[in-house]
């Protein structure tokens, strides 16, 4: 298959490289506050995304989008990868944050009520999935959407819920046949937040700046109209987004590896120590060729996935892949360019200690390293054994 990029997502990823090194970077430690971008940086970027041509470019055309598709927004990932500027898991200054769960599944009915507000950028949405006591292991969920006439009664804790303070509905996944479990017994309702009986218990505080949510459902009324594709399919559109989510971690990896490797390079160019810069020194040169490599072996593999997806085959496989490498070698390149800065790597003059904090964070979320092994060996187990 040919991983090339097509002349327009070319032209798309310098246009992008000029505006992040320019106009992003040099207020990357200011942009933000918490998990959010101050309302001043979303309102001028997101203007000048608008100028360059550069929004809503994966969401189909009969939505008001460019319809260019997943590769597109892995080059817009990648590049943003590169900066700390923007909110690790709420990235998104070029058009609002359309999750495929909303255009892949909703009836027409539900998108005049869910999906055009969140393209018009009147409704906020978050996905909750995550409880106590079903992280890694999504199957062993335990909120339950019981029937009741023509409603579905919630009751249940989620926690870790990006956005959750926010947003304005929710895809809650729940138990709707306890002995079915994953296979057909579990379904995604949406829940507006303001319905009674959800609560956000709390903000939960972590060591990068995000803040995801607890949030409770008691004996929360649901039409059973808000069910999204039928009972049952809930743990299948979950998956959709999860699969979706997994590129996107393969792409931020390999911006975050470029920015490392162009920080590291430099850095060692110009420091001396013991009368040599350290870029002389083969102990500094490997790791620096070890980014390098990485990115060479991530890029087309992330790029042939995403091309995949948007010809429509299943990339379940290697979308594991692109999620555990390109979280592990994102944090390993912030690592090792940490370890090549000293003192300075650990300063906030450098973004390399936030870069290495958003890094190891993602290697945990969205799916543990050990959970998606455990699914591919499944895979490897059978095609090869
Ligand atoms: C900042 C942040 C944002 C999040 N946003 C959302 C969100 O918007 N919506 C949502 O639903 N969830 C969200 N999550 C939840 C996130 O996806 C989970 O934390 C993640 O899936 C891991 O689940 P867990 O924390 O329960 O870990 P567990 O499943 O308890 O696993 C703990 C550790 O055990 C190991 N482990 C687990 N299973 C195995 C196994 N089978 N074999 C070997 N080792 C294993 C792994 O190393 C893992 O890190 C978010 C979490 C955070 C921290």
Redesign the pocket.
């Known amino acids: 298959m040919n991983i090339e990029l097509p002349e327009e997502l070319r032209m798309l990823r310098e246009t992008l490289r000029r505006f992040i090194d320019d106009e992003i970077i040099p207020h990357e430690r200011d942009s933000y506050d918490g998990p959010e971008l101050k309302p001043e940086y979303r309102e001028k970027w997101e203007a000048r995304a608008r100028e360059l041509g550069i929004w809503q470019i994966d969401v189909p055309e009969e939505y008001g989008g460019m319809g260019m598709g997943l590769l597109a927004r892995v080059v817009v990932w990648e590049e943003t990868g590169r900066t700390i500027a923007f909110p690790r898991?709420k990235a998104w200054i070029f058009g609002h944050d359309v999750s495929p769960i909303l255009l892949q599944f909703l009836r027409d009915d539900q998108k005049d009520k869910y999906l055009w507000p969140i393209l018009r950028g009147e409704k906020k949405t978050?996905?909750?999935?995550?409880e106590p006591d079903a992280?890694?292991?999504a199957a062993a969920i335990r909120t339950t959407a019981v029937r009741d006439g023509d409603h579905y009664i919630i009751n249940g804790m989620?926690r870790?819920?990006?956005?959750g303070g926010e947003a304005d509905f929710f895809k809650v996944t729940c138990v709707t046949d306890k002995e079915k479990g994953a296979r057909g017994g579990i379904s995604c309702i949406i829940v507006d937040a303001d319905t009674p009986g959800v609560e956000v218990l709390r903000r939960q505080e972590?060591m990068?700046d995000?803040q995801?949510c607890e949030i409770g459902f008691t004996d929360v009324r649901v039409p059973v109209e808000n069910i999204i594709g039928n009972e049952g399919d809930g743990f299948k559109i979950a998956q959709t987004w999860i699969t979706f989510g997994r590129i996107r971690h393969g792409a931020l990896g390999i911006g975050v590896m470029e920015r490392c490797l162009e920080l590291a390079a430099t850095y060692a160019k110009q420091r001396v120590t013991f009368g040599k810069p350290l870029a002389e020194r083969q102990a500094i040169q490997w790791p620096l060729v070890d980014i390098y490599s990485d990115i060479q072996l991530m890029r087309p593999l992330v790029y042939k996935t995403a091309q995949r997806y948007d010809d429509g085959e299943d990339i379940r496989y290697d979308s594991y892949l692109c999620k555990f490498l390109g979280d592990r070698k994102g944090y390993e390149a912030a690592d090792r360019c940490l370890q090549i800065f000293g003192g300075m790597g650990l300063t906030t003059d450098f973004p390399i200690e936030k870069l290495w904090r958003d890094m190891r964070?993602m290697m945990?979320?969205?799916?543990?390293?050990?959970?998606l092994k455990?699914a591919l060996a499944r895979h490897v187990l059978h095609e090869y054994g």
């Open positions: 898991r978050a996905i909750a999935q995550t992280g890694g292991d989620k870790f819920i990006t956005g972590t990068m995000d995801p964070s945990i979320t969205e799916g543990p390293e050990e959970v455990m």
